[in-house]
């Protein structure tokens, strides 16, 4: 089956910072990788997902970018507000979750 | 409509009790799973249901049984579990059991087994 790889396991910034979490995968057959995040004693919301035809895509403040070849993803939060502080899962095909990344902004 | 609604939202029950959580989505979506999370850990998939239809057992132990009466509808029968098994479950669904659409998720039923 496959596994995701996550990194860091926590991140701290300040305000206005960036902020930039890794995930690998290994099944070379996955093809959508998506980001989520939750917020403490709430649901997984998506943020942000990625294809496997595209390299980069941005949102704004929030960017993921895709290595095929590498097989890795990384999310990218620009400008950081406290208000992104909150645990950040990346996925891979079938929807299996790497570890998370507990972001804290400091204000 | 563009949520994923279970109930109930908290669910204290005993090692010898027989409960059910529910799902419930009117997307049109034709895909739905049920996760486990613990604290401070991921979601971990449970069970995926495609067109109605159980593609997806992660070896889920039996005391754990879900049943998918219609394509809006999913169900988690809970039977003689242990108190390892308290966690948030969480229900989602999708567009379509594919590898290319992300999920929508339901606020999760906070189980306690005592």
């Known amino acids: 089956g496959e596994n995701v790889e996550q990194h860091p396991s926590t991140l701290s910034v300040q305000e206005g910072d960036s902020a930039v979490i890794k995930c690998t995968y290994s099944?070379?057959?996955?093809?959508?990788f998506p980001w989520y995040k939750q917020e403490l004693g709430k649901r997984p919301q998506l943020i942000i997902d990625?294809?496997?035809?595209?390299g980069e895509k941005k949102d704004q403040r929030i960017a993921v970018t895709l290595n095929k070849t590498a097989k890795h993803f990384s999310l990218h939060i620009t400008e950081t507000q406290p208000e992104d502080s909150a645990v950040y899962f990346c996925?891979?095909?079938?929807?299996?979750f790497g570890a998370g990344t507990r972001l804290t902004v400091k204000p | 409509d563009t949520e994923v609604t279970q109930t109930p939202k908290h669910l204290v029950m005993g090692m010898t009790n027989k409960k059910s959580l529910k799902c419930e989505q009117h997307?049109?979506?034709?895909?739905m799973y049920w996760y486990k999370q613990k604290a401070k850990k991921p979601p971990e998939l449970m069970f995926v249901?495609?067109?109605?239809?159980?593609?997806i057992n992660e070896s889920v132990p039996s005391r754990f049984s879900p049943e998918c009466p219609n394509s809006s509808l999913l169900n988690l029968h809970l039977h003689a579990l242990q108190p390892e098994d308290s966690a948030l479950y969480l229900c989602?669904?999708?567009?379509?059991?594919?590898?290319?659409?992300?999920?929508?998720f339901g606020s999760g039923t906070r189980l306690t087994v005592v």
């Open positions: 989602a669904s999708s567009q379509v059991s594919s590898l290319n659409n992300g999920y929508t």
């Open positions: 099944d070379s057959a996955s093809n959508y």
């Open positions: 990625i294809r496997s035809n595209v």
């Open positions: 996925a891979a095909t079938w929807m299996r």
């Open positions: 997307m049109g979506h034709r895909a």
């Open positions: 249901y495609s067109y109605e239809k159980l593609s």
